[in-house]
């Protein structure tokens, strides 16, 4: 079974950066389409980004974050990043990473934005930007 850990969520002033981490164990990490997840208060949970499996050269985004946020992956090191830049009051929320089984292009083969094709999810960090 695939684990998957969130961190480095926390307080951040408008226009802040900050970067999240997801720290897998278990199995392997290559084998997995790794997507960050949002639940904002008062709204459903929404699809914030996709990085394919492998070498994770294939990435998507939500149109609302495109250009502020970058999805990477380190499979040596078993852990997926979303750095988070210019950040909104409306990025506030608790953020968690999901784990499917998919090659590089899993991300544009697939609807990644549904959370119903993950097998795996992390337990969330909570980002909260405000001045």
């Known amino acids: 079974q695939l684990r998957l850990v969130e961190s480095g969520g926390g307080l951040v002033q408008p226009g802040g950066s900050l970067r999240l981490s997801c720290a897998a164990s278990?199995?392997?990490?290559?084998?997995?389409?790794i997507s960050w997840f949002r639940r904002v208060p008062g709204k459903e949970r929404e699809g914030v980004s996709c990085i394919g499996g492998g070498d994770g050269d294939k990435t998507k985004s939500a149109d609302s974050v495109k250009g502020r946020f970058t999805v990477s992956r380190d499979n040596a090191k078993s852990t997926v990043y979303l750095q988070m830049s210019d950040l909104k009051p409306e990025d506030t929320g608790v953020y968690y990473c999901?784990?499917?089984?998919?090659?590089?292009?899993?991300?544009?083969?697939?609807?990644?934005?549904?959370?119903?094709?993950?097998?795996?999810w992390g337990q969330g960090t909570p980002v909260t930007v405000s001045a």
């Open positions: 999901a784990a499917a089984r998919g090659s590089s292009g899993y991300c544009h083969g697939f609807p990644w934005e549904k959370g119903a094709l993950y097998d795996y």
């Open positions: 278990g199995r392997t990490l290559d084998d997995y389409a």
